[in-house]
């Protein structure tokens, strides 16, 4: 949100208690939000070594071969949850895509330009941001692609 206010990039913020992290369809569901408009990021690491960062439904999965050719990679596979914090700053369920120690090509599930906003964490766990697309793009460089498997129409 410190990021957020200092680029004056509009938003608004929700908060929700948990013991830890939990799933981004309970996430939706505690806030009372449509889950296809509820994103997760994930951060993947292409054959290459290169890192990649996607943002996806909460019900949905990262289709990994689908990402892999959006990125340009041969294959991708997900970061190990002990590598997240030292490679992102960030605690798994509290992964944002604003803010990581370092830009991450970044690609957001094509989704997502079917709504005026997206939500999604806003850097740890309890707490989601509503941003607009086109000002999250004034935040983060990314793409649109399909990248997902098993998305919950609503």
């Known amino acids: 949100m410190r990021l957020l206010e200092q680029k004056k990039v509009p938003y608004q913020h929700f908060t929700y208690e948990s013991e830890g992290a939990i799933s981004g369809l309970e996430v939706a569901e505690l806030l009372?939000?449509?889950p296809a408009q509820v994103f997760k990021t994930l951060v993947t690491t292409g054959r290459s070594g290169a890192h990649y960062v996607?943002?996806?439904p909460v019900g949905a999965g990262l289709e990994l071969k689908k990402a892999a050719k959006a990125v340009g990679e041969k294959s991708l596979e997900m970061l190990k949850q002990k590598d997240l914090l030292p490679l992102t700053g960030y605690v798994h369920g509290g992964c944002s895509p604003?803010?990581?120690k370092k830009p991450f090509r970044t690609t957001?599930?094509?989704?997502a330009s079917r709504f005026d906003s997206l939500i999604f964490s806003g850097g740890r766990i309890g707490l989601q941001v509503q941003?607009?697309?086109a000002?999250?793009?004034r935040m983060v460089r990314f793409q649109l692609a399909?990248?997902?498997t098993d998305l919950i129409h609503n």
């Open 32 to 34: 009372g939000q449509n």
């Open 54 to 56: 996607f943002v996806i």
């Open 98 to 100: 604003i803010g990581m």
């Open 108 to 111: 957001i599930d094509a989704s």
């Open 131 to 133: 941003v607009a697309l």
């Open 135 to 137: 000002d999250l793009a």
């Open 146 to 148: 399909d990248v997902t």
